[in-house]
């Protein structure tokens, strides 16, 4: 079977020598060495200042909500959002506390539409909180101008953006906080991880002790805090990861390439702003019906190919978070939606024979 994505596996020899180090020092967590080092690495690709490295993706989000005084308020909160996500975006803000308020995505892009954020605005209104889908840029400058109109915070949700690059700089700079996923299926990883990137120093400061039970010494616990932590081990894999994310990157390009060459003609693709240097996090395509989309993944599957409806359902569907329905561009695109399999060693004839299905499909 191929699958959808596979984690990237770092050469075993250096993944060791960092074992063996971790080791000798004895220190497994609790900003060891690696996580400092991982820290400085990560703020350098990446060419951002005042990131936090956390045990995961959801727990970053949690984390700059809470930095930014989003969640943890007494009163009625609301954070305006995407329901065409992965469901930690809005679940996080619930699990806080904060009731997502769901407003409908651009047909083109798939990323929240700017247009559709100033109606949602409510009294009790305190934050956006944005996705850059699949790794694609977000209207920045609309969503930075509502927000500053408004006096709202804006919380990127960057899981899929590593090292994604808008207008010659990371598009992490954009928003109070923007946040990444290391889970292990992501385009960099350290098994299970994530970060938050800042943008003012002070709340790198205040989500610091966060992550650490809001404990500042030995016999200080200065505010509220959180195990958040990210370990050792997790950074061990991290900086392995980092040191081949070029030939990574070369690789997946090539296979998104051969998917685009073969697919733009006859398929929606996601449509990308100006600038946009792109990660190759994911290759999704659209088909013409929620039936044909289902018939493509099934005859990809009868085939061993794995592609998944991915993000489906909309996140609207879901009842657990309580958010009210309405978004007609999200349902339809999440019911028509594929993302094909893309990974660094995915090889040509496993692209080609899939490409030949889906055009079978989509064709007959
Ligand atoms: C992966 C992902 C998350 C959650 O990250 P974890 O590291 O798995 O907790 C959140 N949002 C989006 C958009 C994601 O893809």
Sequence with gaps: MIPVTKPYLPNREKLN???DGIYERAWLTNNGELVQELTKRLEAYLGVENLLLVANGTLALQIAYRALGISGRDEATEAITTPFTFVATASSLKWEGVTPVFADIDPNTWCLNPANIEPAITPNTRAIVPVHVFGNACDVEA???????????????????FGVNYKG???????????????????????????????????????????????????TI??????????????????????????????RAAVWHRYEQALNQTLQLQAKPKGLEYNYAYFPIVLESEEQAVRAAATLKENGVLARRY???????????????????????????LCLPIYSELITDSIDKTVGIVKEVTNG
Excluded: W
């Design 311 to 337: 993000f489906y359902p909309s996140l609207e569907s879901v009842a657990c978070l309580g958010a009210e329905a309405g978004q007609p561009v999200s349902k339809e695109i999440a019911s028509r939606i």
């Design 169 to 219: 700089e990371s598009l992490l700079k954009h928003g109070d906080a923007a946040t990444l996923s290391f889970h292990a299926t992501k385009l960099f990883h350290t098994g299970e991880g994530g970060a938050v990137v800042f943008k003012r120093k002070e709340d790198l400061e205040r989500a610091k002790k966060m992550i650490n039970f809001g404990i500042t010494g030995p016999e």
């Design 143 to 161: 969503m930075g101008a509502i927000a500053q109109k408004h006096r709202l915070k804006v919380i990127y949700d960057a899981s899929h953006a």
């Design 17 to 19: 020598r960092y074992i």
């Design 222 to 251: 200065e505010a509220l805090g959180i195990n958040a932590k990210m370990n050792e081990l997790q950074a061990a894999m991290g900086l392995c990861v980092l040191d081949e994310m070029e030939e990574n990157l070369k690789a």
